[in-house]
């Protein structure tokens, strides 16, 4: 199978630091995908690891573990803007999309 | 530019009749794909093509229709089989193999009643 797990929300306070985890059961990824999307709008996309390791990209850090089938995406300095929901995606010949995570941040 | 555009943004029916979702890319992918997203849910796939005049169905198929006969356009028909079409559809398209070149359009809130 390839079942996609978050946790369905979390909550972090501005200028704070949050770890949003996925776990994955598919040994035919080629590369995970992390989108954050705003309500009523398109995902926007954030990171897409291929390798094991981590990826960093400004306040945005992305981690891959393909022998645990484990992935983070870390926000670091929170603002208010980063309150969305964001979605863990493996890639094959399409995107399989987890639940997502809902992230509010408070002031 | 390239993109891919949805049309229209909000759609209103009603129950029983047939609806079709129009998207539309200039981007040259080979690929298109078409999403349901549900209220706090995560993107759930309907259909997908990977080359024209060829598609496959996704894990949530049944009461949707789609046809590829043209490079840039991949339309959804929402039928009246469909037992819970309100929600929001989101197309998207991407080069073969995906990797880092997958584009969303902007999505259509379609709403029944």
């Known amino acids: 199978g390839q079942n996609i797990d978050q946790p369905t929300e979390m909550t972090a306070t501005e200028g704070a630091i949050v770890q949003i985890n996925c776990t994955y059961q598919t040994s035919g990824f080629n590369g995970l995908f992390w989108y954050q999307q705003h309500a009523g709008e398109a995902p926007t996309f954030l990171s897409y690891?291929?390798?094991?390791g981590l990826e960093e990209k400004g306040r945005f850090s992305s981690f891959l573990s393909r022998s645990k089938g484990y992935s983070y995406l870390l926000l670091k300095e929170l603002q208010m803007k980063d309150s969305a929901s964001y979605l863990c995606?493996?890639?094959?010949?399409?995107?399989?999309f987890g639940t997502g995570t809902l992230l509010a941040v408070q002031p | 530019d390239g993109g891919i555009t949805q049309s229209p943004k909000y759609l209103f029916r009603k129950e029983g009749q047939n609806v079709t979702l129009s998207c539309e890319q200039n981007l040259n992918h080979d690929a298109m794909y078409w999403y349901r997203q549900d209220p706090g849910q995560g993107l759930r796939l309907i259909y997908y093509s990977q080359i024209v005049n060829d598609f496959q169905k996704g894990d949530i198929a049944e009461g949707y229709s789609v046809s590829r006969e043209k490079k840039e356009s991949f339309p959804l028909t929402v039928t009246s089989a469909q037992k819970n079409p309100t929600a929001f559809y989101l197309c998207a398209s991407s080069t073969t193999g995906g990797g880092y070149g997958y584009t969303f359009g902007s999505g259509t809130r379609l709403t029944v009643v």
């Open positions: 690891n291929v390798l094991d």
């Open positions: 995606a493996g890639a094959t010949n399409k995107l399989i």
